[in-house]
């Protein structure tokens, strides 16, 4: 799983690996922050996230539970079952010795392993009396909830190093109630995390967080997850949304009420709708079953599990479907706006993979101050400009077109409705409540941002910045990413303001052709003049890539340096840890390496790493340059003359105030609490003044240097 940096409260980003111990360690860190900051306790109308939508459907959920409960107790005190139960007391005997156990534990602590068996059994003798009665009573049961039989064990398609106690997993109804394997993330209905004393907070939501991850990362059509805690003889249901975690009354399985609460949670999880448990109704999952399904494709370039698309356009009211070819981007992150990316073709009523044009669909849930339609800072609506600005007068260069735009659709009660996080709380009965102005304040557990979920199909199709073959082809590929930028800007009146790897993609017409480089994801663009100058946003982003003034929200507005100072920061990351496989750093030696600063610990902390070593030429040279993959030899020479260009300016050079005070570059960071910064003498407000003048000597640069590594390229 990539490393991940963390800005604000609810922004995080990929970067590479640094290593496993500090890969744990910044886990843990992350998950107290979710478990300090969003995690709101003792939510009483949780399970109304999770009930079936009809009064029918309500009505035999409760009959059901209130049938499994009197069996449970029934069977554990030895009491007959009622004639015509339809339920077999053999198979349900194979269970109850587990949850006799789990109901003493509170005297004797059992080890985690013994946890994992008792709640084993008691999923499975909840699906055991649904199957009984969906049988007998003819009654429509969605799924059985099935537990796993291996704990503490890591799933086949897992990336990393992690072990989970227990997953759930759903089954038709006609299969057989028992253990599954503990098979693959992308299968798994939630996890189960279990710990032996009643210490939540510190271990049991920790983990749950941190292994919840992975879910996201693998199943694409996950709107949000549930998970499970236990904490020996206590359960916690929790519902892990955008913005919020949140986290049941404790259900203590000794008492009769604890008991009949889990059953109420297997029981609804096994009858509401898929939507309800977060899946996507609009995204259908597909799986490839031979070489048939991609015809006329390498198939070493499609997914194994592809999805069959709803796509919307707004402008239109038309939906077309799609079927993903392969991932491009994968939400890794519990909060956030789950943004995912993926390679597909338009369905032609199959499902396997066509040889028509590709295109690439961006699917994710922006936060909105707007009802959605009427956001002026839409992704669709900026594209849609982009597209008007350039139909008729098209640049020398590529940029993001688009094809179709639009808010996901759902139907609710029969009325199709833009998918946002109200609907999610309305389809619980819960209003939602904007969260207050300041963010320090205390907030209700369903005073959450308002988010829209949007879906954009774009072409061309590129790729990750990290599959250029050498320094030429990412100085290229950079260099005609910031002709779109500056011409998006100027033509369109748009500043994109999140330049990262994950942002600008390598296009190639063909296996030998010179690459180009092709910028997107306008989530955070907006609209600006000459005459209007962007406010600076709250620190979103990337943040090894954003700039001094971002990272401190300094009282300047976001021009387009701050975008050309993330472009200079892109550029030296990938020259430290290698730019493609062939060059990639090892974990230990990067740790040795002062760019690490760029994305390790508070943001406080990295601006003044990132002012240390922007302070002065010298500076950036000694502890930046220098420390580049040794076969580089262009990207040195290029990085020095961007650095020139935006810190070098006469009028506002250097970074820090005092101009000749120069810092040791492998001294603390710490050290350079003290120096005078964010005043109107502050270079990095000063600069403001000669935006124009900077960023035409940037281009300058990069024109030049676009101009060496196309003849290194020839040769």
Not at 82 to 91: A, H, Q, T
Not at 198 to 227: E, P, T
Not at 547 to 573: F, G, K, Q
Not at 691 to 712: P, S, T, W, Y
Request: proline share 4%.
């Amino acid at each position: 799983m990539p490393h991940k940096s963390h800005t604000g409260k609810i922004e995080t980003v990929d970067s590479y690996k640094i290593y496993e111990k500090e890969l744990n360690e910044d886990n843990e860190e992350y998950a107290q922050l979710l478990i300090g900051s969003y995690t709101h306790r003792d939510i009483y109308r949780l399970l109304d996230f999770a009930k079936p939508t009809t009064t029918a459907g309500l009505e035999a959920a409760a009959q059901n539970v209130d049938f499994i409960s009197d069996a449970m107790e029934r069977i554990l005190t030895k009491k007959r079952l009622p004639n015509g139960s339809g339920l077999n007391r053999r198979l349900l005997l194979r269970f109850v010795n587990g949850i006799g156990e789990w109901m003493k534990v509170g005297s004797s602590p059992p080890s985690e392993k013994q946890l994992y068996g008792y709640f084993s059994n008691f999923a499975l003798f909840v699906a055991q009396c649904l199957k009984s009665v969906a049988a007998s009573n003819n009654l429509h049961i969605a799924r059985l909830v099935l537990s796993t039989e291996q704990s503490n064990n890591k799933p086949d398609d897992s990336n990393n190093t992690r072990r989970i106690d227990v997953g759930l997993t759903t089954c038709n109804v006609s299969a057989l109630v028992e253990h599954v394997s503990m098979g693959r993330y992308v299968d798994m209905l939630c996890i189960v995390e279990a710990k032996q004393e009643r210490a939540l907070d510190k271990d049991g939501l920790m983990q749950l967080y941190i292994d919840s991850d992975s879910l996201f990362l693998h199943q694409l059509n996950r709107q949000f997850l549930w998970g499970l805690t236990i904490c020996a003889d206590e359960v916690y249901a929790c519902m892990m949304l955008n913005d919020g975690l949140f986290v049941s009354p404790a259900m203590r399985i000794s008492e009769l009420a604890g008991r009949k609460m889990l059953i109420s949670w297997l029981v609804r999880w096994s009858m509401c709708p898929d939507d309800l448990l977060g899946y996507d109704p609009t995204m259908h999952r597909v799986t490839v079953h031979s070489d048939l399904d991609v015809a006329g494709s390498d198939n070493d370039d499609v997914d194994d599990i592809r999805y069959r698309i709803d796509c919307y356009d707004d402008e239109s009211m038309e939906t077309i479907k799609y079927v993903t070819k392969r991932t491009i981007m994968s939400a890794d992150d519990i909060l956030g706006r789950h943004t995912r990316c993926f390679v597909a073709t338009r369905y032609s009523g199959s499902d396997a993979y066509s040889s028509a044009t590709e295109v690439v669909i961006k699917d994710a849930w922006p936060p909105t101050n707007y009802p959605p339609l009427e956001d002026p800072r839409d992704e669709i609506k900026l594209l849609r400009k982009i597209h008007d600005t350039f139909k008729n007068d098209a640049p020398d260069h590529i940029y993001p077109e688009l094809i179709v735009g639009g808010h996901v659709r759902l139907t609710q009660k029969n009325r199709s409705v833009i998918d946002t996080t109200d609907a999610i709380f309305k389809a619980a009965g819960v209003k939602r409540i904007d969260p207050p102005s300041d963010s320090d304040a205390d907030s209700a557990w369903n005073q959450q941002l308002l988010r829209a979920h949007r879906r954009t199909l774009m072409s061309p199709v590129g790729h990750s910045i990290k599959t250029v073959q050498n320094e030429a082809e990412l100085i290229i590929v950079l260099a005609e990413a910031m002709r779109c930028y500056s011409s998006i800007l100027s033509q369109c009146g748009i500043l994109h303001r999140d330049i990262s790897t994950n942002n600008i993609l390598v296009v190639r017409d063909g296996k030998d052709t010179i690459p180009r480089g092709l910028l997107i994801d306008f989530d955070l663009a907006v609209e600006v003049n000459k005459h209007k100058r962007s406010a600076r946003p709250e620190s979103l982003g990337t943040m090894p890539y954003m700039s001094i003034a971002n990272i401190l929200n300094l009282d300047t507005p976001h021009t387009a340096l701050d975008d050309w100072e993330s472009l200079l920061y892109v550029m030296c990351w990938l020259a430290t840890v290698g730019i493609s496989s062939d060059h990639r750093v090892a974990d230990a030696e990067l740790e040795n390496k002062q760019i690490k600063h760029w994305r390790i610990g508070t943001t406080k902390m990295i601006a003044d790493a990132k002012r240390t070593h922007m302070h002065s030429s010298d500076n950036f040279q000694f502890s930046i340059v220098s420390r580049y993959c040794s076969q580089y030899k262009l990207l040195p020479c290029f990085a020095i003359a961007l650095y020139n260009a935006l810190f070098g300016n006469n009028n506002c050079p250097g970074a820090y105030l005092d101009d000749d005070d120069d810092e040791d570059d492998d001294s603390s960071d710490d050290d350079d609490s003290d120096k005078s910064t964010d005043g109107p003498n502050d270079p990095l407000i000063k600069r403001g003044a000669y935006v124009d003048e900077i960023v035409a000597n940037l281009e300058g640069v990069l024109e030049k240097f676009k101009r060496k590594a196309q003849a290194v390229f020839k040769l």
